[in-house]
């Protein structure tokens, strides 16, 4: 398995959740590491990205100042936390590696097998 989210569940709006992509060595030292999530009926959306120095970049305004990306070197893990949640951020989140920190799911070549995050009101 070359990635493996984790972390969704359910949270009040409000509240706050960690997610977790943990990537194969191979992956984690060589490709941009982002987050995407699909809710139900709409396209797949970009979230956040982050390169192999630390460099990082967000989605447009849904998540500015609410969600961090970020690496943990020592376990080859992306952290996406999530503060802040809103009834809008429910979804099934994704991890996906790709060679360059673009927002466009088509740069991605592997894709971890997704994490529902529900947003209760």
């Known amino acids: 398995v070359q990635l493996q989210a984790s972390g969704g569940g359910l949270v009040q709006a409000g509240g706050s959740l960690r997610l977790s992509c943990a990537a194969s060595q191979r992956i984690f030292s060589s490709y941009v590491i982002a987050w995407f999530r699909q809710a139900p009926g709409k396209e797949r959306e970009f979230i956040a990205g982050?390169?192999?120095?630390?460099?990082?970049?967000y989605a447009a305004d849904s998540v500015k100042g609410r969600f961090t990306i970020s690496r943990d070197n020592a376990n080859n893990t992306v952290v996406l936390q999530m503060n802040t949640l809103k009834p809008e951020d429910t979804a099934v989140y994704y991890c996906?590696?790709?060679?360059?920190?673009?927002?466009?799911?088509?740069?991605?070549?592997?894709w971890g097998q997704g994490t529902l995050v529900t947003v209760s009101s």
């Open positions: 982050i390169k192999w120095s630390g460099a990082s970049t």
């Open positions: 996906a590696a790709g060679p360059a920190l673009l927002s466009i799911a088509r740069n991605y070549r592997w």
